[in-house]
């Protein structure tokens, strides 16, 4: 019995809708398959944002992961009470604090990092990998002069 499409593709001339769909499917998705590991959609991003060795400013984190301040704070709240990570003072500044990646936040952002492999070769087992590079380039592209003309 066939199953109905977990994403309701919008016809050919709502790209924008049909794009926000699927990106909200494979969240989930995303979502889901990190649950299994014990962490949220978010979290892997702030992870894979922290240096390996030393630290970083939550500052400079929150730009490396591409979030808000408020947003980091909330999740190294998080990632700190599960063991993953620690915030300290920095060093010569008493304004700012430096967050530094535990060996219990190593070991978790490894296995974040085969959710994402293993999500992207099950993806790609069910897709034309040429088409899809293409068109991401493309949309990639096209993106990017229009953001980079708002911004001016």
């Known amino acids: 019995m066939p199953t109905a499409p977990a994403i309701a593709l919008a016809d050919d001339s709502d790209l924008l809708v049909s794009l926000f769909s699927i990106v ?35 500052s ?13 704070s909330k999740m190294l709240t998080r990632l700190e009470r599960d063991g993953f990570v620690v915030r300290e003072p920095h060093a010569s500044d008493a304004r700012k604090s430096t967050v530094r990646i535990l060996p219990k936040g190593v070991e978790i952002r490894e296995q974040a990092l085969g959710v994402r492999a293993a999500l992207d070769a099950e993806l790609a ?28």
């Open 24 to 58: 909200r499917a494979l969240r989930a998705l995303h979502g889901l398959k990190l649950a299994e590991i014990g962490l949220q959609v978010g979290q892997d991003d702030v992870l894979l944002a922290l240096p390996q060795d030393g630290t970083v400013t939550v």
């Open 60 to 72: 400079q984190l929150a730009t490396n992961a591409s979030v808000r301040s408020s947003t980091i």
């Open 125 to 152: 087992r069910d897709v034309d990998g040429v088409a899809v590079l293409a068109l991401l380039r493309s949309l990639d592209r096209v993106a990017s002069q229009r953001l980079s003309r708002v911004r001016v």
